[in-house]
């Protein structure tokens, strides 16, 4: 016995150390894992941020216009809207370049500023009829190319067959910037406009209001109908019924349904049979419904679950009915987890492309929604947009509006998490 216990022992202490070890290593793999994946996610923010942050600022340009009383008068709305200020702005640029004769050139010229500067033109008009028969100096959005040269994105090095401004119009920038009439300020157009052919003129607005008027019909209908599912299921049907364990098991199978589906689900249902208007941000919102219902029905019914049975027992013993148990008690202690996973549920349809394409909602909408039933679209569906087109002006802006999602999608998940500590209750 005494012979062999050094030797069980050596056994022992051979195979604790081996423990350890692999322990250790267990440990270094999960660490990698989380600095791999944190390097990953900084790798991936940092090109979003470098090639989306120049999308917040626009290049101005200052021009000297001359405002013509016998064309601008009276300043109405309604005769401005007939005055070709497009016209006074060419001309502008012809008094400040007077060397410029070629067509080609005229052209070239006419394109540093942004084809919707006669609507900024007539607007600050309209703000100062006093001005009408000076030359006063107006700051214009400048044309894409011209933008992307302040920002630095166009190379001066490479041949000028290759570029898309020529030497002579970046001679023309050079003299601008020499006289302090390029600058770039913050770029209120990205927020206040729609969609546009134009990089420059392009903005998030009309995709801003249409996924504020999804996002409020998909809570006003999947967050009650997921919290009296959830109740319904958890607390007052019966166990081991068949069709009670049918319904549970469809609900965890459309929770890992693609969204898709749920796209071709809205289209055949809310367009095909009850001809709901195409492009609408109700028959978006209810499709984000359909995919959302899953979601917060589960993490109802986890919520409820997480509550003590104490807490049942407790109320029944006191003489509290069934429903009054569950409402008094048990919901109030349930309601930060139901609110978490509605709030999740809704990041997620936030960030939803493939159910919108499906009902139409990828259509190109100028001006922004008024309510429900007029088209719109949502801001996954105009990043897709902008990253299908070639030029540079949209790529930064599809940058830009990832940012303003992910801020968005940052917000709520804080959202929840605030709205779990503040009403979370101890027992």
Known sequence: MNSDAPQTLDIVQAGLAKRRRRETRFRWYGRTAILLAMTFLALLLANILGRGFSAFQQTYIALDVYLPPGELSPPTPQHLAKVDFEGLIKQTLRRSFPDVRKR?????????????????????????????????TVWLPAGADVDMYM??????????????????????????????????????????????????????????????????????????????????????????????????????????????????????????????????????????????????????????TAVPPSIREAALGIGASRMQTVFHHVLPLAMPGMLTGAIIGMARALGETAPLLMIGMVAFIVDPPQGFLDPATALPVQIYLWADSPERGFVERTSAAIIVLLVFLGLMNLLAVLLRRRLERRW
């Open 151 to 304: 920002k630095g994105s166009v190379d001066t090095s490479v041949p000028e067959a290759q570029r898309r401004l020529k030497d002579y119009q970046i001679h023309w920038l050079e003299r601008l910037k020499r006289e302090q009439r390029l600058a770039l300020r913050f770029n209120k157009i990205f927020f206040l406009n729609g969609d546009s052919r134009e990089p420059e003129q392009a903005g998030i607005l009309v995709a801003l209001k249409g996924s504020l008027y999804m996002m409020i019909v998909t809570l006003a209908l999947s967050f009650p109908l997921g919290i009296a599912a959830a109740i319904y299921l958890e607390e007052f049907a019966p166990k081991k019924n068949f069709w009670v364990d049918m319904i549970e098991i469809n609900i965890n199978n459309l929770a890992a349904v693609p969204s898709i589906v749920f796209g071709l689900l809205g289209l055949a249902v809310f367009l095909g049979y009850f001809g709901l208007p195409r492009s609408t941000p109700l028959v978006g919102g209810l499709t984000l419904t359909l995919m959302t219902l899953p979601t917060v029905i589960i993490a109802s019914r986890a919520a409820l």
């Open 104 to 136: 080609r050139q005229k052209r070239a010229l006419y394109r540093l500023v942004s084809s919707g500067s006669a609507y900024e033109l007539r607007d600050w008009v309209m703000e100062h009829p006093e001005q009408i028969g000076k030359t006063v």
